[in-house]
């Protein structure tokens, strides 16, 4: 099977309780927004880091995007 | 401009808090309640505030003891002090982040999907027991054993010794949750923490030597790897998952259903669709949700709904009043098994936000699907009322059903 390129993290909004699970696990990647919810930070996509986070979600509100 | 009734626990809001919860939002968003001696918050965009902010602190143990105890009731109660100060859910940050790091990885969904089959089992024995019978207390013969049970073989517990939570569980339970009529409470609580401790000191032994494949073992593990973590960190968290996996996912599945067995069109609808079921159970949540409120104090001055908040105040947020508001839901007092998106407040939000929901949803999903699949014809017998508490929200038993 091909690499595939993780291209972004996202944070489903909708879902997001802000926990802060990923924020405090990964605080250079994750940020807690002035609205409540987290969002992804990091300058570029960090997949051990991201896949992690997303496992920790108390929610899974966390996505790796791939690459087509 | 009406009057505000100032006892939460009048009959008739306890009964039915949707009219009081009304006139608090529409009238009195920010109320100071003189006989609870707080405020009160009911709106939802001032409760999910509340709950993502760092001016408003979780730890309310330490001014209850403070300012309500006097020295020698601080002395004889330390122990009560100890154990309640050391739960995550009374904590701020930084302990709260240290303390929460903890149970991270054991409540992670994946963590949770593990148990599947543990949780699926003890579903079925349950109902094998209810076939045959004419009818069942849905909360002695099923949403109060079945939690319990879960609880304690996630944490480890032989389930011989599961009878033994509930009298543990129950004392704490009605310290945290002002039951009222009570005088003895604090006592009562400090007693079960003393045996409940003990009992769990004696499982940790047993870890010492043989680690088993259990939440009290990857507790210690983690324990291990972290010289701040001391046993009692250990024993304390676990008396906290007791208490906090028990009568509150008792009171869901007991809400739940009840409200269900009222909308027959509703309760249809799920038996004939169960991809709804995921929607249901939030939609239980938001309903009638096991926990009406939660509490805060301000850790500064601040202004809300343009009422100056103190520094040190007692704020009730009413995630209950939060969960029907037309603000944020449409047809809020409608109970819509499909409402998608449904971002209720039930399991808190921010930093606090339920370590259990994934287990809770998990234990709900398998039960409802059990039950609605080999009980079509259950139906409600007994009339529906509801405990007097300030924060909780639960049914007086019994809650008899008649299965067909």
């Known amino acids: ?68 | 401009m009406p009057v505000v009734n100032d006892d939460l626990l009048d009959p008739e809001i306890v009964q039915n808090p949707a009219p009081y919860y009304r006139l608090l939002r529409e009238h009195h968003p920010c109320h100071w309640n003189e006989r609870w001696r707080g405020w009160v918050l009911t709106r939802y965009e001032d409760v999910y505030n509340a709950l993502h902010s760092s001016q408003m602190l979780a730890d309310r143990i330490t001014p209850y003891f403070q300012t309500r105890l006097s020295e020698e009731e601080r002395k004889h109660f330390a122990l009560t002090y100890e154990v309640l100060h050391s739960f995550v859910v009374f904590r701020d940050p930084p302990d709260h982040t240290h303390l929460r790091r903890i149970f991270a990885r054991s409540f992670m969904p994946k963590s949770i999907a593990a148990m599947r089959d543990v949780v699926a089992a003890y579903v079925k024995d349950f109902f094998d027991e209810w076939e045959g019978r004419d009818t069942v207390d849905l909360n002695r013969d099923f949403a109060y054993p079945f939690p319990a049970n879960v609880i304690a073989s996630i944490i480890g517990a032989p389930r011989e010794d599961v009878h033994r939570f509930h009298a543990w569980a129950d004392a704490l339970t009605t310290l945290l949750l002002a039951g009222v009529g009570e005088d003895q409470r604090m006592d009562r609580a400090q007693n079960a923490l003393i045996e409940f401790k003990a009992y769990l000191a004696g499982l940790y032994d047993e870890r010492l030597k043989t680690p088993r494949n259990d939440m009290m073992s990857w507790l210690m593990e983690v324990q291990r790897g972290d010289p701040t973590l001391t046993r009692d960190d250990v024993l304390h968290s676990c008396i906290l998952l007791v208490n906090a996996g028990h009568e509150t996912t008792q009171d869901l599945i007991c809400n739940t259903l009840t409200t269900l067995l009222k909308m027959p069109e509703q309760l249809e609808l799920l038996r004939s669709n169960p991809a709804h079921m995921r929607t249901a159970i939030d939609e239980g949540l938001r309903f009638n949700g096991p926990l009406k409120g939660t509490m805060r104090v301000a850790g500064a001055d601040m202004t809300i709904a343009d009422e100056q908040v103190r520094e040190g105040d007692r704020i009730l947020l009413l995630m209950g009043a939060a969960n029907r508001d037309p603000a944020k839901f449409n047809d809020p007092e409608t109970f819509d098994v499909t409402r998608s998106p449904n971002p209720h407040l039930s399991f808190s939000h921010g930093i606090h936000f339920c370590l259990g929901a994934p287990l809770a949803r998990m234990e709900m999903e398998i039960a409802f699907n059990e039950m609605l699949k080999r009980f079509p014809r259950m139906h409600l017998m007994s009339e529906i009322k509801w405990d007097p508490r300030i924060l909780g929200r639960s049914i007086e038993p019994p809650i008899n059903l008649r299965l067909g």
């Open chain 1, 1 to 68: 099977m091909a690499e595939r390129r993780l291209v972004r993290v996202e944070v489903d909004a909708n879902l997001c309780v802000g926990s802060g699970m990923c924020v405090n696990f990964n605080p250079d990647l994750f940020r807690i927004q002035p609205d409540g919810h987290a969002a992804y930070v990091g300058e570029s996509p960090d997949e051990h880091a991201a896949l992690d986070a997303a496992e920790l979600c108390p929610v899974s509100a966390i996505n790796l995007i791939y690459e087509e």
